[in-house]
């Protein structure tokens, strides 16, 4: 199996740490944003990663590769049986992956696309050194880019913030009476929510080193560090210290 990603990418992430949790052995292949539309399209009907290529087989999407993947190798399960616990758990997924996920991302996009040699470092991570040039002199057409799709304007950062934190909170509600999402067992929930929240609270356990590279700006270590003790931030933590 091989598995289509951007190193850095809370997505990627969730799909990779899933194939990890199960122990399924897989090739990760890190692809190059701007050309990797033509090399994703090669294989799914959208340009977005993760993508998981088992033989003849392209699946798109974190929760879809995880639906694969509880299909393919039960051990390990990842999904409540119990119908209703099955419902609860794919909705904080997809509501998590959308309100943690996507503003989180604007949020760090708005201030760290002014630091090139950074997203350089996220985006070529394991690349040879050509590539990393080639990222540099792509870098002013994809920042634009970037910019119109994810952060779009400031009012939008604004806007993701509030989401953002209300988000976390609700999360905060639910962890403060239990372990886990779900109650006492971890579940895709978990290992979604937490996934989506690496980009902010960088865990060493990610397969990205975050701690190779030191945070650009001091307004952007300023937004990680007024987080670091919200409870969700600390339960993520923990989450991937026991599970990853
Ligand atoms: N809902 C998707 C979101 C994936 C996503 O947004 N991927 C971003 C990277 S974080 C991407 O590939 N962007 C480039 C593109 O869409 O062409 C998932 O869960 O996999």
């Keep these: 199996m091989k598995l289509l990603v951007f190193p850095h990418s809370h997505y990627c992430e969730k799909a990779r740490w899933v194939l990890d949790y199960k122990n399924i052995p897989y090739e990760t292949v890190t692809i190059m944003p701007g050309t990797h539309m033509f090399t994703v399209r090669r294989h799914a009907k959208n340009s977005s990663v993760p993508v998981l290529l088992d033989g003849d087989m392209a699946i798109q999407g974190s929760s879809d590769i995880i639906n694969y993947l509880e299909e393919k190798f039960p051990d390990k399960c990842l999904t409540p049986k119990d ?17 943690l996920g996507v503003n989180i991302r604007q949020i760090l996009y708005a201030k760290l696309l002014d ?9 070529t991570y394991p690349m040879p050194e050509y590539k990393k040039v080639i990222f540099s002199a792509m870098y002013p057409v994809l920042k634009k880019k970037i910019y119109k799709t994810y952060v779009k304007s400031d009012e939008k950062v604004a806007e993701a913030q509030l989401e953002f934190d209300e988000a976390l909170d609700e ?7 239990q372990p886990y999402l779900l ?3 971890f579940t895709r929930a978990d290992l979604s929510v937490a996934s989506m929240l690496s980009l902010l609270v960088l865990p060493k356990e990610h397969a990205f080193p975050w701690g190779e590279r ?9 937004l990680h560090e007024s987080y670091l003790d ?13 599970h990853r």
């Design 230 to 242: 919200h409870p969700v931030a600390k339960w993520a933590l923990d989450i991937y210290q026991k």
């Design 115 to 123: 630091y090139p040699s950074y997203i350089r470092f996220c985006f």
């Design 83 to 99: 119908p209703a616990q099955f419902k609860t758990c794919l909705s904080i997924e997809e509501q998590m992956d959308k309100r």
């Design 183 to 185: 109650g006492d067992t």
């Design 171 to 177: 999360v905060g509600v639910i962890i403060r009476k």
């Design 214 to 222: 030191v945070i650009p700006d001091a307004d952007i270590k300023a």
